[in-house]
């Protein structure tokens, strides 16, 4: 692995060695840019939001900005993958349900007719002919069912986009834990570690996940509105006998579940990772810091277990998951992304990407090229930044 030297100089610095900085040192490379990633743990470490079996990928979004950005990322997923030779992106339908009249869903519907999207809503007789003996919904539930959904590989997809950023030429650089970022004296930026080394180059990316306010404030006084969230992943077991019915590569697909007003949001994907074990979690978490992280015993598991009795018919155990994963948000308050310029004295030398709020992971290709594009270009091509910037927020600065 190439190493950085006290006098290299960078074209791009990018801070944070996760799924977004990866892709972002992927992009950054593949451009012929002098690329460096710095990551304060070891890569594909276990303590952020980038790790684990399995991340949904669908296109059904209530806010009309994200279909793009689905679009654009399911290509170049597939992409990415053929250049590395293995598989990342496991294909699936997708299903949301719940309340008929749920604002979601409707915004749901709405978008899937303005984007020209393929998409069937089903009523509980026709989701029951559907799945049969799989999956029940109330009376005044629909379902939304199209094609567009699908399986990403977490831990492999990070590695795939550093092996990739590597065999572009980036330097890769873990244990790097990045304290403080200044404006060079002549020209650039330059990035401190803990360990005493520092780093100078023209643009720095700042893509640390449930660490950014911390990094952020601490750099430029800037308090940004993100709430790390300690959130959980459960597998529970299927029926023996039944495994085949939830199992990837048939017809049964990622799903998520608005329950209505004070009721949680359900998401999972088909049995691919653990045989015999479909996904299932909640949406959400509970506020913690992430050095001093609880390890808690989940989100409102109570109400995902009935979740899981009522609509998987009895064909899933719901009395206790069989493997619990631990992970990180990073919540915004409209739980949209931050993706801007830092500003201040940085100006358009630091951008910051962020507050991906639980969702973000699928579209990581995408905000690697914006990301890049905003450092390097100073503009993003193609995308309307206009909903991820920092001043849709009232911040409070020393500055």
Sequence with gaps: M??????????????GGGVMGSATAYHAAKRGLRTLLLEQFDFLHHRGSSHGESRTIRATYPQHHYYSLVMESYTLWQQAQAQIGYTVYFPAHHLDMGPAQDPILRAVIDNCRRHNMPH????????????????????????????????IKPT??????????????????????????????????????????????????????????????????????IQPLETHVFYWRVKEGHERDFAVGGD???????????????????????????????????????????????????DLKEWIQARF?????????????????SMTPDEDFIVDFLGGEFGKDVVVGGGFSGHG?????VIGRVLTELAVDGFASGVDIKPFKISRFIMNSRI
């Design 2 to 15: 190439q190493t950085a030297a006290a006098n290299d100089f960078f074209d791009v610095i990018i801070v």
């Design 361 to 365: 992971f699928k579209m990581a290709p």
């Design 313 to 329: 018919m009895g064909l899933v155990d719901s009395s206790e998951p069989v493997v619990k994963q631990a992970c990180m948000y």
């Design 120 to 151: 069937e809503v089903l009523n509980r007789r026709q989701l029951a002919s559907m799945f049969p003996g799989r999956i029940d919904v109330p009376d005044d539930w629909i379902g939304i069912f199209n094609r567009l959904g699908g399986i």
């Design 156 to 225: 492999k997809a990070v590695a795939m986009f550093q092996s990739l950023a590597h065999k572009n030429g980036a330097v890769l650089k873990d244990k790097a834990e990045v304290i403080d970022i200044k404006k060079d004296a002549e020209n650039g930026v330059v990035v401190y570690a803990s360990n005493g080394e520092s780093y100078r180059g023209r643009k720095v990316v700042v893509t640390v996940g449930a660490w950014i306010n911390k990094l952020v404030k601490k750099v430029s006084g800037v308090e940004l509105p």
């Design 252 to 302: 049964f697909p990622t799903f998520a579940s608005c329950t209505g007003e004070g009721g949680i949001y359900v998401y999972g994907t088909p049995t691919l990772e653990f045989p015999g074990l479909v996904k299932v979690a909640v949406h959400g978490g509970d506020p913690c810091d992430p050095d001093k992280r609880p390890w808690g015993s989940g989100f409102r598991v109570q």
